[in-house]
C-alpha cells in the first residue's frame, strides 16, 4: 500500500522567510497529489492540487512541485507570516482512485 | 453558502452506547467521505459514499462500525457498542466529483469514550 512521509518534527521559522515542507512517497507514482492546511480543532481546508504531468503550481505566497523520479512533492510558503502557522497536509489518491492518502503532517510554526 | 456540516461537534458516549455522527455535504456535492483522526496521526480514510451507495468501505472495520448516504438527508456514520479506543475526532468531506476533485471538511465531530 502506498505510504506517505512528511517531515515529523515541526518547523519553526522567523516572519518573511521561506518554509519548506516535504512529501515522500513510496510505491505507486499517483495522478495527482494535493495540499492541505489544517488549524486545531478544525477540519483540513484545501490549498493546492498538482498533477503528475505537472512540475510545479503556484497560488499567491504557495508554490509546489511534484517531481515523480524523486518520488516527492515539496511545499513552499514564501514570505512567511504568523498567521501561516499551522499543520500542513499532503495526500495523495489511492491506487483505486477512489480515496485520498493523508500524510501525518507537518507543524509548521512561524515566529514575529 | 453553506459549507460541510458536521454534529454534533462533541459527543460523549459510555462503553457499550451507540454514536451516531451525521455530515450534511456542500450543496451540489454528492461524493462523501468519512476520516477518522487520532492525536499524532494522520487523517485515516473510512469509508467513500455516494447517494444511496457505498462505493468504498476499505477502511471501515468491518465490525461496529455503518455509514449511510440516503437519498434525503444527512450521511450517517453509527458506531455500536463503542469501546474507548473509538475516541478520536471523526472528520466527513465532500467533493462535486471522485477523482482529483478537492475535498471540503467539515469541522469534525470529537467522540470521548468514557
Known amino acids: 500500500s502506498q505510504k506517505i512521509e512528511q517531515n515529523s518534527e515541526a518547523l519553526n521559522i522567523q516572519e518573511g522567510k521561506t518554509a519548506t515542507l516535504t512529501c515522500n512517497y513510496t510505491?505507486?507514482?499517483?495522478?495527482?497529489l494535493q495540499w492541505y492546511r489544517q488549524d486545531p480543532g478544525r477540519g483540513p481546508v484545501f490549498l493546492l492540487l498538482?498533477?503528475?504531468?505537472?512540475k510545479e503550481k503556484r497560488k499567491e505566497r504557495l508554490k509546489v512541485t511534484f517531481d515523480t523520479t524523486l518520488k516527492q512533492s515539496l511545499f513552499h510558503i514564501t514570505a512567511s507570516q504568523p498567521a501561516d502557522s499551522a499543520t500542513y497536509l499532503c495526500?495523495?489518491?489511492?491506487?483505486?482512485?477512489?480515496?485520498?492518502?493523508f500524510g501525518k503532517g507537518t507543524t509548521l510554526s512561524v515566529s514575529s | 453558502n453553506a459549507g460541510v456540516m458536521q454534529n454534533p461537534r462533541h459527543l460523549v458516549r459510555r462503553r457499550g452506547q451507540e454514536a451516531r455522527l451525521r455530515c450534511s455535504p456542500m450543496k451540489g456535492h454528492s461524493h462523501v467521505y468519512w476520516y477518522r483522526q487520532l492525536p499524532e496521526e494522520g487523517l485515516k480514510f473510512m469509508v467513500y459514499l455516494q447517494k444511496e451507495n457505498i462505493i468504498d468501505e476499505s477502511g471501515m472495520p468491518k465490525e461496529r462500525f455503518s455509514a449511510e448516504f440516503p437519498k434525503e438527508g444527512p450521511s450517517i456514520l453509527r458506531i455500536q457498542q463503542v469501546v474507548r479506543g473509538d475516541s478520536a475526532a471523526y472528520f466527513c468531506a465532500s467533493s462535486s466529483d471522485v477523482g482529483n476533485s478537492p475535498l471540503h471538511f467539515g469541522n469534525g465531530t470529537r467522540l470521548t469514550v468514557t
Open positions: 495526500a495523495l489518491d489511492d491506487q483505486a482512485g477512489t480515496a485520498l492518502i
Open positions: 510505491n505507486y507514482s499517483p495522478a495527482y
Open positions: 498538482i498533477r503528475e504531468n505537472e
